[in-house]
């Protein structure tokens, strides 16, 4: 089992700047592929983007490519969410999740474990 803990959302003026950590504890970090989705209100949960578990590869929304930047420390088991020039429309909750694939996963089905979400609130 893993359990995973987001922290670092919060309310930020338009074009600022914010960086989620996803803390995880249980199996060993490295073995899984770590991923951030986002859900606004009405709307179905999307991708965001999502790291291998060796760090090598990373996927984005090609939207949000060239914003937003997956990372991860394995020795701190930690994955991270860098995201910068924020608009009103990337307001949501953001989840980060594990997945039993070693390599990026774009659809929530492929997710085994999810965090409790942070807000993410962009006023313009």
């Known amino acids: 089992q893993v359990q995973l803990v987001e922290t670092g959302g919060g309310l930020v003026q338009a074009g600022g700047s914010l960086r989620l950590s996803c803390a995880a504890s249980g199996r060993t970090f490295d073995s899984y592929s770590m991923g951030w989705l986002r859900q606004a209100p009405g709307k179905e949960r999307e991708f965001v983007a999502a790291?291998?578990?060796?760090?090598?590869?990373?996927l984005y929304a090609g939207s949000l490519k060239g914003r937003f930047t997956v990372s991860r420390d394995n020795a701190k088991n930690t994955a991270y969410l860098q995201m910068s020039s924020l608009k009103p429309e990337d307001t949501a909750v953001y989840y980060c999740?594990?997945?039993?694939?070693?390599?990026?996963?774009?659809?929530?089905?492929?997710?085994?474990?999810w965090g409790q979400g942070t807000q993410v609130t962009v006023s313009s």
């Open positions: 999740a594990a997945s039993n694939f070693r390599l990026p996963q774009i659809l929530p089905r492929e997710y085994q474990y």
């Open positions: 790291i291998s578990g060796s760090g090598g590869s990373t």
